[in-house]
Structures are given as structure tokens and as C-alpha cells.
């Protein structure tokens, strides 16, 4: 009877750990602020040379009812542009949802002081889009944080060569139309 509680007790130590982060119930409050992006991943077939090596912080704000919206800038032909979206719970503990339900974003809190995954699906021009980031509330990098991210990645079925880590910017200004 010994001799085999150890390899079960393994064999579920190993299986949690396996798992992803996770999900709890998410205080609106608790992920409101401005984000650094630490990494990411993304299943787009996008070569090296066209991931985006500079991004800006993302920012969360708690709005009415639950719902959360996410803000960034990117520049793209040499102009800047801004993306908000309006997430709405879904009922699942972290898991919002946007545009009619077409877009899915998890948010993972990870054991390692303020840094979080943001885990997104969705379609782009017809086609399943996934893609993941590691944020935190501060520029640096932590190791065990990064680790956990590339793990996550891993069972989501990225490869480790498809995580990278772009250099933090400030926000671009828009420019108005």
C-alpha cells in the first residue's frame, strides 16, 4: 500500500501543477491601472521580424456593472493608434467577453506579486486568433513570473520559441482625425 502512494501522490502533484493558474473571482478594482507588458505569445504565423518589439502599457478600468476596459497604443505605418475594448463578464470566474461574444479574454492572476496573464481568442480577418501577455504594475522582469508564462504557453500549444519580450515605450498620442 506504501509503495503506492508515492506514485500516486506524484502523479497528482504533477497534474496540478500542470494546470493552468487559477481563476478566481475578479475584483474589478483589484486589475485597474496601467499595466507593463512583460511578454508575450501569439499563434499569428507572424515571423520574428514583424512581432511588435515595442509596446506601450496597457491600461484597466473598472466601469459600471463589472465591466472592464483595456486600452493601449501601438504605432502602425508610422502613426499612432489607439485600441480600447469593453469587456464584459461572462460569469466565469476571470473570463470577459467583447464584440457580441466574438472575442474571449481570460485574465489569470499568477502567485508571483502583482503580475497577471492575459489570455485572448478571438477571430481576425475570418481566422482563429490566440494570443497571451504577462503584465505587471512594474517595467521589470521577473524570472518566476516569466517562467510561469512560458509554461502557460506551453499548454496552450506555443512553442518556447514563439514567446518574446518587446521593449516597454510610453504611450503614443493619437492623432486626431
Not at 478566481?24 to 511588435?52: N, S
Not at 479574454?105 to 490566440?130: A, D, N, T, W
Amino acid at each position: 500500500m506504501k509503495a503506492l502512494f508515492l506514485p500516486i501522490a506524484l502523479s497528482l502533484l504533477a497534474a496540478l501543477k500542470a494546470q493552468d493558474p487559477p481563476s478566481c473571482p475578479l475584483e474589478p478594482q483589484k486589475i485597474a491601472g496601467t499595466w507593463y507588458v512583460k511578454a508575450m505569445v501569439t499563434d499569428e504565423r507572424m515571423p520574428k521580424e514583424m512581432r511588435p518589439r515595442k509596446v506601450s502599457p496597457v491600461t484597466v478600468t473598472a466601469l459600471g456593472g463589472g465591466d472592464l476596459e483595456v486600452s493601449f497604443t501601438f504605432v502602425k505605418e508610422a502613426r499612432c493608434h489607439e485600441k480600447r475594448l469593453r469587456m464584459h463578464p461572462t460569469g466565469e470566474p476571470g473570463k470577459y467577453s467583447s464584440n457580441g461574444s466574438q472575442k474571449h479574454m481570460h485574465i489569470l492572476e499568477l502567485p508571483f506579486g502583482g503580475h497577471y496573464i492575459l489570455y485572448c481568442q478571438g477571430q481576425r480577418q475570418g481566422k482563429s486568433v490566440h494570443m497571451g501577455k504577462l503584465i505587471g504594475r512594474n517595467p521589470d522582469v521577473s524570472p518566476e513570473a516569466l517562467e510561469a508564462f512560458k509554461k502557460f504557453a506551453q499548454r496552450k500549444g506555443f512553442s518556447p520559441e514563439d514567446v518574446f519580450t518587446p521593449e516597454q515605450t510610453e504611450s503614443c498620442e493619437p492623432e486626431s482625425d
